[in-house]
T-cell receptor
Framework: GQSLEQPSEVTAVEGAIVQINCTYQ??????LSWYQQHDGGAPTFLSYNALDGLEETGRFSSFLSRSDSYGYLLLQELQMKDSASYFCAVNRGSTLGRLYFGRGTQLTVWP | DGGITQSPKYLFRKEGQNVTLSCEQN?????MYWYRQDPGQGLRLIYY???????QKGDIAEGYSVSREKKESFPLTVTSAQKNPTAFYLCASSMEVDTGELFFGEGSRLTVL
C-alpha cells in the first residue's frame, strides 16, 4: 500500500518557528513536494526536494531524507497569514502524473 | 495573466444527473490533472493527461470521465455512476519537467442533492 503521514494540526504564535513532518511509504519515489492551501482556495506550491538535504526559500525551508523516507517543512518568523493547511505530496513516477498527497496539516498561528 | 480557469465555482445537481466541470489553461502546459478533495482530506487523483488525445486513470477514476481534445482544455464529467460525488474538484497543470510543481485552478464545489 501507500501512505503519507503528517500531523493533523499544529498551533504556534506569531514570530515562532514550526516544523511539519511527513513520513511516506509509496511504490516509487522521485521527490517530495509541499503545498499550502487556505480555506476554500487553491493549493499553491511551496517547495520540492528530489535529493537529500535542505532547500530554503525565504521563510520556508524543506528537508528530505530518502533513506529515512522522511521530510519536513520548516516555517520561520510565523505570520498570521501562514494559518492554512499544508500538504506533503510524493511524486511516484518520472512525470508529475503520479503525485500522491497526504491528508494535510492545519496550522493555526495565534497573535 | 496566465493561469487555470475552472467553472462553475459552485454547482448543485440532483442525484442521477451527469455534470461536466470545465478546466481551461493558458500556461501552454502539456500535462493536466483532476483531483478531488473531501473535507479534512488530502487531494486524490482522478485522471491526468500528459498530451492531447491521451489520458490516464488516477487513483479514483471510477464514475468519472474526461477528454483532452485541445491542449488548453481538460473537462471532467462526473457521471451518475459516481457513488459519492459531492466534493471539491481541483484542476491542475504542469510543465513536463520534474519540478514537483502543479498549478491549480480555484476549484469547483459540487453538491449533489
Amino acid at each position: 500500500g501507500q501512505s503519507l503521514e503528517q500531523p493533523s494540526e499544529v498551533t504556534a504564535v506569531e514570530g515562532a518557528i514550526v516544523q511539519i513532518n511527513c513520513t511516506y511509504q509509496t511504490s516509487g519515489f522521485y521527490g517530495l513536494s509541499w503545498y499550502q492551501q487556505h480555506d476554500g482556495g487553491a493549493p499553491t506550491f511551496l517547495s520540492y526536494n528530489a535529493l537529500d538535504g535542505l532547500e530554503e526559500t525565504g521563510r520556508f525551508s524543506s528537508f528530505l531524507s530518502r533513506s529515512d523516507s522522511y521530510g519536513y517543512l520548516l516555517l520561520q518568523e510565523l505570520q498570521m497569514k501562514d494559518s492554512a493547511s499544508y500538504f506533503c505530496a510524493v511524486n511516484r513516477g518520472s512525470t508529475l502524473g503520479r503525485l500522491y498527497f497526504g491528508r494535510g496539516t492545519q496550522l493555526t498561528v495565534w497573535p | 495573466d496566465g493561469g487555470i480557469t475552472q467553472s462553475p465555482k459552485y454547482l448543485f445537481r440532483k442525484e442521477g444527473q451527469n455534470v461536466t466541470l470545465s478546466c481551461e489553461q493558458n500556461l501552454n502546459h502539456d500535462a493536466m490533472y483532476w483531483y478531488r478533495q473531501d473535507p479534512g482530506q488530502g487531494l486524490r487523483l482522478i485522471y491526468y493527461s500528459q498530451i492531447v488525445n491521451d489520458f490516464q486513470k488516477g487513483d479514483i477514476a471510477e464514475g468519472y470521465s474526461v477528454s483532452r481534445e485541445k491542449k488548453e482544455s481538460f473537462p471532467l464529467t462526473v457521471t451518475s455512476a459516481q457513488k459519492n460525488p459531492t466534493a471539491f474538484y481541483l484542476c491542475a497543470s504542469s510543465m513536463e519537467v520534474d519540478t514537483g510543481e502543479l498549478f491549480f485552478g480555484e476549484g469547483s464545489r459540487l453538491t449533489v442533492l
